[in-house]
């Protein structure tokens, strides 16, 4: 067997290999986002890491040194504060820290396969059926999700109980019942939405708008439902980005995205000014940065000015339990659970990854907006499918080589 008939015969096996792996990618990522909570999903997501860290992790790669320096000063975290706090997590508490690790220890722990659009035409549509069943009252769809995907939270307003109470005052532009869908949290529904958003808009960025419409039009409906003003901006500037890099070989690209900025702010302007902004709890980001935003930071305030200088630097180790602080958000979280050292590290982590992440994926980073009001790694779910993603955008892109190296060797015998 010749030298072309071996790289022949290699290619025609990654072939295979690759269709075998974008659906484990695509059971992966519907496993993340659909999986019923219980005690059976807290125990799988750390085994599904450990299977496809196996599979597909490159313990060679570019990002070693970083995350060395996170995992020891996780490590540390633990050892001075974790140790004597330990009595106050639950198994849940000590799985999240497990799968943390696991996730930065792996990563990236995907390959840059193309996930079939089925899986993500399935995602979508299996939440906005969530969504409106509500609005439509379908009782046994209800009673599916509800049974299925049960609130664990303390929140009574949104119990599917008080859902199906208030069912004729849903719509979905009414700000006061938001739509959550299976998550019953919409700001969790609304993350989940973008997430989708954009893998879907990275997978597709080859192919004409008009193939892209029926998704982008469900996904854009399903966010405004949840009326979430952060999964309505970030949806957006994906949006924006995306059509960016469409029009950028045309050489019109600049001119696109100043019309397309100016427009946006106007419109934005205009409808959050007016009596719509009431009605649509979307439009309304005046109330998310006199509310919202300020209670964060001066929770994050508080927390600073009673820490001690250890705390500040390497965190508390857990942020579960009753006498744990919730800054309802990642940044916050974060600094409180790991210290100021890590969240400097990981930040780096992120710098690292954009640069090494092709310019046509690079809309994915949009989702790290969600680390203002929300929640990304330090989510059990979350963290799971955002990082799986993020591992496929920034993985090796072996294989276009490996077709050029190919169809080099083939003019050359051809010759």
């Known amino acids: 067997m010749n030298q072309f008939q071996i790289a022949n015969n290699n290619i025609h096996i990654s072939k295979r290999q690759r269709n075998i792996d974008k659906h484990i990618l695509g059971l992966a990522l519907m496993f993340g986002f659909f999986m019923p909570n219980g005690n059976l999903f807290y125990l799988l997501v750390p085994v599904v890491i450990f299977i496809l860290g196996l599979r597909f992790s490159n313990f060679n790669n570019h990002y070693n040194f970083i995350k060395i320096v996170l995992i020891l000063l996780i490590s540390m975290s633990f050892l001075l504060f974790g140790i004597t706090n330990v009595d106050r997590m639950d198994v849940k508490g000590l799985l999240r820290n497990i799968v943390i690790l696991e996730l930065i220890f792996f990563f990236p722990f995907s390959k840059n396969v193309k996930i079939p659009n089925f899986y993500l035409y399935f995602g979508v549509i299996y939440i906005f059926i969530s969504q409106i069943s509500y609005i439509l009252g379908i009782g046994s769809i209800i009673s599916f999700f509800t049974s299925n995907y049960p609130y664990e939270g303390d929140a009574y307003y949104y119990k599917a109980d008080y859902l199906m109470a208030h069912a004729n005052n849903m719509s979905l532009t009414n700000r006061n019942f938001r739509l959550g869908g299976l998550y019953l949290n919409p700001n969790q529904c609304a993350r989940y939405l973008t997430i989708l958003f954009a893998v879907f808009l990275c997978e597709n960025h080859k192919k004409k708008i008009k193939h892209l419409l029926p998704f982008i039009g469900i996904t854009i409906l399903a966010i405004v439902a949840t009326g979430s003003r952060t999964g309505f901006l970030i949806a957006a500037l994906m949006l924006l980005w995306f059509f960016y890099r469409k029009t950028e070989k045309s050489g019109y690209a600049s001119k696109f995205l100043f019309i397309s900025l100016v427009g946006f702010i106007g419109v934005f302007v205009f409808l959050s000014a007016g009596e719509l902004s009431q009605s649509m709890r979307f439009l309304d980001f005046n109330e998310g940065v006199d509310k919202s935003l300020s209670m964060k930071i001066q ?67 949009f989702i790290l907006l969600w680390v203002i009001s929300s929640t990304l790694v330090l989510s059990y779910r979350a963290g799971f499918v955002f990082l799986l993603c993020l591992s496929k955008y920034t993985s090796d892109l072996w294989y276009p080589q490996a077709k050029k190296w190919f169809a080099k060797k083939q003019f050359r015998y051809n010759k």
Do not use: C, H, K, M
């Open 299 to 365: 929770i994050f305030i508080d927390y600073l000015s009673n820490s001690s200088l250890i705390q500040t630097l390497f965190g508390n180790f857990s942020n579960d339990g009753l006498s744990a602080i919730q800054f309802d958000s990642e940044w916050g979280d974060l600094f409180y659970r790991y210290g100021l050292l890590f969240v400097l590290a990981f930040i780096l982590f992120y710098i690292l990854v954009f640069r090494n992440t092709a310019p046509e994926y690079r809309l994915y980073f």
